[in-house]
């Protein structure tokens, strides 16, 4: 069965400083991979997505990722980070011939103004 | 509405209760999911939907957690029987279908057991 682990359970930064969350999941095949982010109060969201292609993915509000397929990993960045950036982070994949999503646990981000 | 609308967004319920959580997917949307998430933890999935059918249901944890969505629309998360680790937020999400790039989500609903 596939897994995903997300090394930071918390993450606490200045605004203006620098992101990086990584993620890494378990499966040996072809996956998609996905970055959703849950503001306080609000539902999930899609950040962004990698299917293929270019493994550097840029998403909503500066945010990128990048596949790195011999790691099995694919961290999450922003290089400058604001207070409106406060908010659960979930990396998420599904192979390639599926949809169910298989998450990791979340890393919640406290930016501090 | 827009999104994928859950309701209620809260529901406390006693031990042994019976309890049914609707899902209104986006319009059109051929693809349904239901996920759990416990306290602290990321979304952890229970069954999915093509249209009516019931594709896969291998996350359900017990036989007393039953879904349906008989008409291919609205979908319900029945849970028989409660118990205190049925406690969590039920996440419905919804997709265009097969191969979809995006699933939607819905905001949830709390359920605490007591």
């Known amino acids: 069965a596939q897994s995903v682990s997300q090394h930071n359970h918390h993450v606490i930064l200045s605004e203006a400083a620098s992101l990086e969350l990584g993620c890494n999941y378990s499966y040996g095949g072809t996956v998609n991979l996905f970055w959703y982010v849950q503001y306080p109060g609000q539902h999930l969201q899609l950040l962004l997505k990698?299917?293929?292609?270019?493994?550097l993915v840029k998403g909503i509000k500066g945010f990128e990722a990048e596949f790195i397929k011999s790691k099995f990993s694919f961290n999450l960045r922003k290089p400058s980070v604001q207070w409106s950036d406060t908010a659960e982070y979930f990396c998420?994949?599904?192979?390639?011939?599926?949809?169910?999503?298989?998450f990791g646990g979340g890393t919640r981000v406290l930016v501090k103004p | 509405g827009a999104g994928v609308s859950q309701s209620p967004r809260y529901k406390v319920a006693k031990r042994g209760q019976d309890v049914a959580l609707r899902c209104d997917p986006i319009s059109g949307h051929v693809s349904l999911f239901w996920y759990q998430q416990a306290l602290g933890q990321g979304p952890e999935f229970l069954t999915y939907?093509?249209?009516?059918?019931?594709?896969?249901k291998s996350g359900l944890p017990s036989d007393r957690f039953f879904a349906e969505r008989p008409e291919g629309s609205v979908s319900t998360l029945k849970i028989q029987r409660t118990q205190q680790e049925d406690s969590a937020v039920y996440l419905c999400?919804?997709?265009?279908?097969?191969?979809?790039?995006?699933?939607?989500f819905g905001q949830g609903t709390r359920l605490t057991v007591v």
């Open positions: 999400a919804s997709s265009l279908g097969q191969g979809s790039t995006e699933a939607f």
């Open positions: 998420a994949v599904n192979k390639a011939a599926g949809n169910k999503l298989t």
């Open positions: 939907f093509q249209n009516e059918a019931q594709l896969d």
């Open positions: 990698y299917f293929s292609g270019d493994p």
